[in-house]
């Protein structure tokens, strides 16, 4: 059995994707990772993670359009925005859309992301 | 002086938009009044002296022609400036969204590097990664001051209201700042009224306020025991937050200017290079759009006090 929280990151900025696959394995995580939205929107539907990362600004689908259908189809899966968007516009969309929180990338070091992380899941 | 006037009223924004002597709305509105003036005078002799209708209808068609063909002109360049404006916190902000990708990579890159579990690294290792990682959050940094800016500038500063814990965000700020301070022989001496009542403001702005009042402090020490007083307490319907340092002062001239975008004062900009004159602009503007007020009393080589309040409900 395995009992690892799995992990979606929806990410394209290959630096970024890297670094966090790399933290979130150090920690134990199972991980999965999109390059864009249309595959983070498909495997967040067949895989069922247990939280998603999710960028915004995306090939093929943004991460509000990715946000919309997810809750259209009724998932109730934990998503965090992770994001270098910082408008209060973006993010109030963001958290009307049912994000679960927003964190402004170059604002939050990783090991601040990872707290989110932990935090959010602790709660679900 | 008059001259100085009158550049400042009618030139001044033309040349900083490089717009030429017949674009520019205020000269343009200076030759309309003449001309206006002097078309009356000329209508007036006109009529007295030849009693002619049709010579008078003719000139002040003449004249109206004149003076529209003017004022579309001046019309014209207002739009022009504003373009300019609106092109200018469209670059800003475009390239400060460019900006933060490459920065965040380079954070999390060196954070990786810098975790416990990946141990691997020399003293010397370690030190100058410190050393890139202290150097990306300055220009993150610079880089949400100038976001700021232009938010600022196009209207766009919107905050959001909540409910905050000010004792609580002050905690992380000093601690955030206290091996600063340490290292600029600077003692933190706080103290924090147990109940402030509610208080509403925007977290991450109010946290930047704070963090930019003990910075300043800091960096402006100037001398080599330097004791920075930072208060949060409940004065009634009101918060108040005050840095109060024995540093090197602001010299009288400079104090009106002091919340003005990029200004530095002579006395530090030599000694400390590190700064780049926004903290307190966009401080004042955080305030105010919280509802609040901003200030602060100095006099030079002897220290400086800055505070602000914020409106507060007692439970
Ligand atoms: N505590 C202080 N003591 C002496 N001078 C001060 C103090 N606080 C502010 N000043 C003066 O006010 C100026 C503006 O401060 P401000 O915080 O806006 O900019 P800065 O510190 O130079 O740059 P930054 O944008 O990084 O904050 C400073 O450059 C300095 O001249
Ligand atoms: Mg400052």
Redesign the pocket.
């Given at each position: 059995m395995d009992n690892k929280k799995k992990i979606l990151v929806v990410e394209d900025e290959a630096t970024l994707q890297k670094a966090l696959n790399d933290v979130l394995v150090q920690e134990g995580y199972n991980v999965l990772s999109a390059l864009d939205g249309m595959l983070g929107l498909d495997l967040a539907l067949k895989e069922k993670p247990d939280l998603i990362l999710l960028d915004v600004i995306l090939p093929k689908m943004d991460g509000f359009e990715v946000l919309k259908k997810l809750r259209e189809n009724d998932s109730q899966i934990p998503i965090i925005i992770l994001t270098n968007l910082s408008d209060i516009s973006d993010i109030q969309k963001a958290l009307d859309l049912g994000a679960t929180t927003y964190l402004v990338k170059a604002d939050f070091h990783l090991d601040d992301v990872l707290k989110k992380i932990k935090e959010t899941l602790s709660k679900n | 002086m008059i001259n100085k006037i009158i550049y400042k009223v009618f030139f001044k924004d033309c040349r900083e938009n490089n717009l030429g002597l017949w674009q520019c709305p205020g000269f343009l509105f200076l030759m309309m009044g003449f001309i206006n003036i002097a078309s009356m005078l000329g209508v007036y002799v006109i009529v007295r002296e030849y009693n002619v209708p049709e010579l008078v209808v003719f000139s002040v068609s003449a004249v109206s022609v004149i003076i529209f063909s003017i004022g579309s002109s001046a019309i014209n360049g207002f739009q022009q400036i504003a373009k300019a404006n609106k092109m200018k916190s469209e670059f800003v902000s475009i390239a400060s969204h460019q900006l933060k990708a490459p920065l965040s990579g380079m954070r999390w890159a060196t954070d990786i590097l810098l975790r416990d579990k990946n141990k691997c690294l020399s003293d010397k290792q370690a030190e100058y990664l410190k050393d890139i990682q202290e150097n990306t959050s300055r220009m993150i940094r610079l880089i949400n001051?100038l976001l700021d800016v232009s938010r600022i500038e196009s209207g766009k500063m919107d905050i959001g209201l909540q409910t905050v814990d000010l004792s609580g965000i002050l905690k992380t700020v000093i601690k955030e700042l206290s091996s600063f301070a340490l290292a600029n022989n600077a003692e933190l001496v706080v103290s924090v009224d147990k109940d402030l009542g509610s208080v509403k403001t925007d977290s991450i702005r109010i946290k930047m306020v704070m963090q930019?009042f003990i910075?300043?402090?800091i960096?402006?020490i100037g001398s080599e025991n330097g004791i920075i007083k930072i208060s949060l307490k409940n004065k009634g319907d009101e918060v108040v937050f005050t840095v109060e340092?024995n540093?090197?002062?602001?010299p009288e001239k400079?104090q009106k200017k002091?919340f003005d975008k990029f200004?530095?004062?002579g006395?530090?900009?030599k000694k400390q290079t590190?700064?780049?004159?926004?903290?307190?602009?966009i401080a004042k503007a955080a305030v105010e759009s919280s509802n609040g007020s901003i200030g602060f009393e100095?006099k030079e080589k002897k220290g400086?006090i800055?505070w602000f309040r914020l409106p507060a409900r007692n439970s």
């Open positions: - | 001051d930019n910075d300043n402090a960096k402006y340092d540093g090197s002062g602001i400079d002091i200004f530095r004062s006395n530090i900009a590190i700064g780049t004159g926004l903290g307190l602009y100095s400086s800055f």
